[in-house]
């Protein structure tokens, strides 16, 4: 029996539901159609825990979610700034870090894309249309498995690699952007608005995010099982 990747998905959580915890099952499908066992962490901030963490699973996804606390990227919070979540804010940074000193395989959707910019040194728009970035709406209502809008692929990028593709449609539900790249991170796509739509560090094997939502488009669209099969293979290697 072939051995298969544990991929370590990090929690959701809602002030709807306040003590719950949860993972869409959009991440698992594709993890698991891909050739792996998608595994939902919980939060802690306990260091020898995150470290044991770290070491115990073959990659991790950060999953998509509330806003990110703009005190992690030293600004004060805008009227404009929706549900934060503390916890996740805290441990997700912590482990980040431990994991991009491993090198382990890391793949960011939409927050997760945001919270890998944050950690490493970057900033975000905390609301795209109240500070007039796009005239673009990045906020789509469903269905959520079809493309929004395009999205540029640039060339000798991990993303190109992966789909061989310079323009890919993609879906959209978020209203904060990547303001500034963190240092040693690279943007690999924009929207035609000029937001970045993906990023990774060309210094690790596979250190990656993407803002929209791949998992929703699995099953429709070869760049999004592109993206999670490459995933996978790395997180076997």
Request: net charge negative; aromatic share 10%.
């Amino acid at each position: 029996m072939t051995k298969k990747p544990l991929i370590a998905i990090t929690p959701q959580v809602t002030a709807d539901e306040p003590g719950r915890i949860r993972i869409l099952d959009g991440y698992y499908n594709s993890i698991s159609k891909s050739g792996g066992i998608g595994c939902m962490l919980t939060f802690t901030d306990d260091i020898d825990a995150i470290k044991q963490i770290a070491k115990t699973f073959d990659a991790f996804l950060f999953s998509g979610g509330v806003d990110i606390d703009p005190s992690y990227y030293d600004e004060k919070a805008t009227p404009y700034l929706r549900e934060t979540s503390d916890a996740r804010d805290k441990f997700e940074t912590l482990l980040l870090k431990e994991l991009i000193s491993m090198d382990k395989p890391v793949l960011g959707i939409c927050r997760g894309l945001q919270i890998i910019n944050v950690t490493f040194g970057g900033t975000l728009y905390q609301d795209i249309v109240s500070q007039n970035v796009s005239h673009q709406h990045h906020y789509m209502s469903e269905p959520y498995n079809v493309p929004y809008h395009d999205a540029k692929v640039l060339p000798n990028t991990l993303l190109y690699d992966i789909t061989g593709e310079t323009v890919i449609g993609v879906n959209s539900r978020h209203h904060q952007a990547i303001k500034k790249i963190a240092p040693h991170f690279l943007p690999m796509a924009f929207s035609e608005d000029g937001i970045i739509e993906a990023v990774y560090n060309p210094d690790k094997k596979f250190f990656m995010g993407v803002q929209w939502h791949p998992e929703d488009m699995y099953d429709g669209f070869k760049h999004s099982r592109e993206i999670f099969k490459r995933f996978i293979e790395e997180a076997k290697s």
